[in-house]
């Protein structure tokens, strides 16, 4: 498969850094072609500028800025993201890419009459892999709007028969090397099973 991976994370020595570079490998080591996009290291611009809204509907204009991503996108098979979960949410570059790269056009078509389908289908697979400060029931409680966000309106998006993975290390902030080296291998072993 052809599987782009969003990463959104700054510091590429950081926990959620080690997990990136596990999924990366475990999927070219089982034969998938990776398009590895690092949003903080390609220096994404998560910001939707003025012209961006006003043009958000224009499907030849709201493609313009971001066209790379767009071309990446439309060649996945499978698509899996990367990105610690800060104040309940994603990070503002992923939140940002999620904004100026799903728009119409790219990830839905809205109708005159407001209907509205989704234009994703070829990805096959989705998967996120997440840590949390808190622990789950705090996420929970909070009603885990990221979580929501992967398995509900990403999943809607995608072949309607797209296997969905969400891979969530909570409670980093009293996390253990045995609690992290266990949450390792859910994900070494979740790729290992890619086909």
Same mark, same amino acid.
């Given at each position: 498969?052809?599987?782009?991976?969003?990463?959104?994370?700054?510091?590429?020595?950081?926990?959620?850094?080690?997990?990136?570079?596990?999924?990366?490998?475990?999927?070219?080591?089982?034969?998938?072609?990776?398009?590895?996009?690092?949003?903080?290291?390609? &220096?994404?611009? +998560?910001?939707?500028?003025?012209?961006?809204?006003?043009?958000?509907?224009?499907?030849?204009?709201?493609? /313009?800025?971001?066209?790379?991503?767009?071309?990446?996108?439309?060649?996945?098979?499978?698509?899996?993201?990367?990105? +610690?979960? %800060?104040?309940?949410?994603?990070?503002?570059?992923?939140? &940002?890419?999620?904004?100026?790269? %799903?728009?119409? &056009?790219?990830?839905?078509?809205?109708?005159?009459?407001?209907?509205?389908?989704?234009?994703?289908?070829?990805?096959?697979?989705?998967?996120?892999?997440?840590?949390?400060?808190?622990?789950? %029931?705090?996420?929970?409680?909070? /009603?885990?709007? +990221?979580?929501?966000?992967?398995?509900?309106?990403?999943?809607?998006?995608?072949?309607?028969?797209?296997?969905?993975?969400?891979?969530?290390?909570?409670?980093?902030?009293?996390?253990?090397?045995?609690?992290?080296?266990?949450?390792?291998?859910?994900?070494?072993?979740?790729? /290992?099973?890619?086909?």
């Amino acid at each position: 498969m052809n599987v782009l991976v969003v990463y959104a994370h700054p510091v590429e020595t950081s926990f959620v850094g080690a997990l990136h570079r596990i999924v990366v490998t475990r999927l070219e080591r089982a034969g998938h072609t990776v398009d590895d996009c690092d949003l903080y290291a390609e &220096g994404f611009d +998560p910001v939707m500028s003025r012209q961006d809204r006003i043009d958000y509907h224009d499907t030849g204009l709201n493609q /313009s800025r971001i066209g790379p991503h767009v071309e990446r996108l439309r060649r996945a098979d499978a698509l899996v993201l990367i990105y +610690p979960v %800060w104040n309940f949410g994603f990070p503002a570059i992923l939140k &940002g890419y999620l904004d100026r790269v %799903w728009v119409p &056009g790219v990830a839905f078509e809205l109708a005159e009459n407001g209907d509205l389908s989704f234009t994703l289908r070829h990805i096959k697979k989705l998967a996120a892999v997440c840590t949390y400060g808190g622990q789950w %029931w705090r996420a929970r409680l909070m /009603s885990d709007p +990221p979580r929501r966000c992967v398995t509900r309106m990403m999943r809607a998006h995608v072949a309607l028969t797209a296997s969905t993975d969400y891979l969530a290390c909570y409670d980093m902030n009293h996390t253990t090397e045995t609690k992290r080296a266990a949450f390792m291998s859910r994900v070494d072993a979740t790729f /290992s099973r890619w086909r």
